[in-house]
């Protein structure tokens, strides 16, 4: 895949809103979609991906699975690493009992599930969840376990199948998700059936590019419109969607269709892209996903830590904190494991799979450590 600048601005976006959602400004009373563009994205470039592969016959499901533990798993494990010492010295135990189970699903990628049982996310409790945030990479993981075997076990069909395949699953998790507002609110936010949709529009803009007749996207008016109403539709979200309003719903379809027309539209002599792609919003969206590992859990702690809600130029300065050691987390942390030459894939496999087996086990110990406070 060539890069594209205007993705990385289209993630920082994504995640300014939701880090400044959560400290408080409550002008961006709309800023949880940060995490609907994120899976907008990222059904846009893992089916890119995954076509590319399939079309010349070199995909494969382990160098799948490679990549995504060299971009997912060292920054996670890196800052669940950094979380413990805080969360064992400021947690009470029924807390600390908490952290340790919520350690545990986020090893096995189901914290989506436990929180769906556990918390609402627009409750006033879910600010004190250092790890509330992982939810939104479960379902991404979940994603990628199922996603990938559909293209494989269809692709044969040819791309008119797999695209009405993949329309009718995002039509249905679409469907459920309207159903699911109203009768199962928590499982409608948290779990993948209600959120497919949102990664299927991703994936649909990816066969849209890859397949696409390139005439259409030649009409300078054409780009210029959709790529403007694209980023019309994501800033209006953002600003008048609030936790009043049903989510996801069908009001989910503003910011996941405003950044699948950026990602159709834009081109370099678009306006959004010049919107989009200045270095600072560039860098941002390089660092994106550091920073919204780092995010909830230096907020959590600092509320945990003081008797008062912190003034929120307290938030302001912890938000500047969190880009600067998304930075360091990933300069030093996240590049080198996605350098091949550094770790082979047998190092990383063994490595994720050691690790993540030493984090379940403080986990547990301190389960155990609560009940026997």
């Known amino acids: 895949m060539h890069y594209r600048k205007e993705i990385d601005g289209l993630r920082a976006f994504a995640v300014l809103p939701v880090i400044l959602y959560h400290a408080g400004f409550q002008w961006l009373s709309g800023g949880y979609i940060g995490v609907d563009i994120f899976f907008v994205i990222s059904g846009y470039l893992i089916t890119s991906i995954i076509l590319k592969e399939l079309d010349a016959g070199t995909f494969s499901i382990a160098h799948f699975y490679e990549r995504r533990a060299r971009r997912i798993l060292p920054a996670l494990f890196f800052i669940l690493l950094v979380s413990l010492p805080f969360a064992y010295f400021l947690l009470l135990p029924f807390e600390l009992k908490d952290f340790g189970k919520s350690i545990i699903s986020v090893i096995g990628f189901a914290s989506n599930i436990l929180f769906w049982q556990e918390s609402d996310y627009f409750s006033e409790g879910a600010e004190l969840i250092p790890l509330l945030h992982t939810w939104s990479l479960a379902v991404e993981e979940q994603f990628y376990v199922f996603f990938p075997l559909i293209l494989m076990v269809f692709w044969a069909l040819g791309k008119r199948w797999l695209v009405a395949i993949i329309s009718l699953i995002a039509l249905a998790s679409l469907g459920l998700t309207e159903w699911g507002w109203r009768h199962f609110p928590e499982a409608n936010f948290y779990l993948i059936p209600t959120r497919a949709w949102e990664l299927m529009i991703g994936s649909l803009s990816a066969f849209y ?56 539209f834009t081109t370099p002599n678009t306006l959004a892209y010049h919107i989009l792609a200045p270095p600072i919003f560039v860098g941002i969206g390089l660092i994106s996903y550091s920073a919204y590992l780092w995010h909830q859990p230096l907020f959590v702690f600092t509320r945990i830590a003081n008797i008062e809600e912190p003034a929120l130029w307290v938030f302001a300065l912890l938000t500047l904190i969190t880009f600067a050691l998304a930075y360091l987390t990933w300069r030093f942390v996240e590049a080198p494991f996605r350098n091949k030459k550094s770790f082979t894939r047998k190092q990383i496999f063994t490595a994720s799979f050691i690790t993540s087996l030493i984090f379940v086990g403080l986990g547990i110990a301190f389960i155990i450590y609560a009940d026997h406070y």
């Open 209 to 264: 590019l890859y397949y696409r007749d390139p005439t259409l996207l030649r009409n300078t008016f054409i780009q210029q419109a959709g790529s403007f109403i694209g980023l019309v539709l994501i800033i209006a979200s953002i600003l008048f969607l609030d936790k009043s309003i049903p989510f996801p719903s069908l009001y989910a379809l503003a910011p996941t269709l405003g950044a699948t027309f950026i990602i159709i």
